[in-house]
């Protein structure tokens, strides 16, 4: 397990059974070998948790950078002489079921340029895509705060200004909000499949054939060692910030119950860093940068 493990908690409960029978499984019922997986609930990350130094310090220094990206287009279609923006919205880069409560954390996430008639040009001018970073979706947060928005300031003496649209203005979220958005990106990236090595282990030791023997918390079968490079041992329980799992075994029956567990976002909001050459905050040794 990686250093996320430290400090964990984690309550182990092994169930054996003695008899012929188990709580809740009929003995005549059981099919050996057979393993029941319950998956962990789909994560929406809480909202206060309590992010690390490092990390609100980088969520604040990319938070500027997406301000100062939009900000230099901006700049750029007035000294071309655009007083007004128009934004259009492109096709979304995350449309997957992985992505399917993004509503969740203040955004739609699609992405999006602005364009602006300026003097002398044919075809309207046009910014580069935003966000830069269309993956995280912590990126998306940062945008300007109306779909059409005038680059000049209203004056009273310039009759012009009189019905142009509010100025441009660029909105951000906090720290916070862009760690939870963020958090909640790398989440959706990994496969969080802390256990399932242990489970194809499992599946295999609970065949009729195999010789089982528990010693404290760990199933131990030898049948395991030529299909596993030598591996003989099943631990019941093991957690990580970023998730787990735990095991009921039936040995009478050669049944179980696998459990994945949902990841430590109090742990991982705690741990958070930003390591040098990164441009993004990382929550665990094994998040995807892609």
Not at 147 to 174: G, H, M, R, Y
């Amino acid at each position: 397990m990686n250093i996320w493990r430290k400090g964990i908690a984690l309550s182990f409960s092994v169930l054996l059974a003695a008899t012929s029978s188990l709580p809740g499984v009929a003995a005549s019922a059981a099919t050996p070998g057979e393993v029941t997986v319950v998956l962990a609930e789909p994560q929406v990350v809480r909202k206060n948790l309590p992010w690390s130094k490092a990390s609100v310090k980088a969520a604040r220094a990319l938070i500027a950078v997406d301000r100062k990206n939009i900000e230099t287009e901006l700049k750029r279609l007035k000294l071309k002489g655009a007083k007004r923006i128009a934004v259009t919205y492109e096709k979304q880069p995350l449309a997957s079921e992985s992505f399917a409560d993004v509503e969740t954390y203040g955004t739609a996430f699609l992405p999006w340029h602005f364009s602006a008639n300026t003097p002398g040009d044919s075809t309207k001018a046009k910014s580069a895509s935003f966000p830069r970073d269309q993956i995280d979706i912590a990126h998306y947060l940062t945008k300007l705060k109306k779909d059409d928005c005038s680059l000049e300031n209203f004056s009273i003496f310039n009759t012009a200004t009189w019905f142009q649209p509010d100025k441009c203005e660029v909105i951000s979220p906090t720290p916070s909000e862009f760690l939870r958005a963020s958090l909640a990106t790398a989440l959706k990236k990994s496969t969080l499949d802390v256990g399932s090595y242990e489970l194809a282990k499992l599946k295999f030791a609970l065949v009729p054939t195999t010789h089982l023997r528990l010693i404290g918390r760990t199933l131990i079968c030898p049948e395991l060692s030529p299909l596993f490079g030598g591996d003989t041992k099943i631990p019941l329980a093991e957690s990580d910030g970023v998730g787990g799992y735990f095991i009921s075994v039936d040995l009478q029956n050669r049944t179980a119950t696998f459990e994945f567990l949902g990841p430590d976002q109090v742990a991982l909001a705690s741990g958070a860093t930003k390591n040098a050459g990164e441009n993004f905050v990382r929550f665990f040794a094994s998040q995807s940068t892609a």
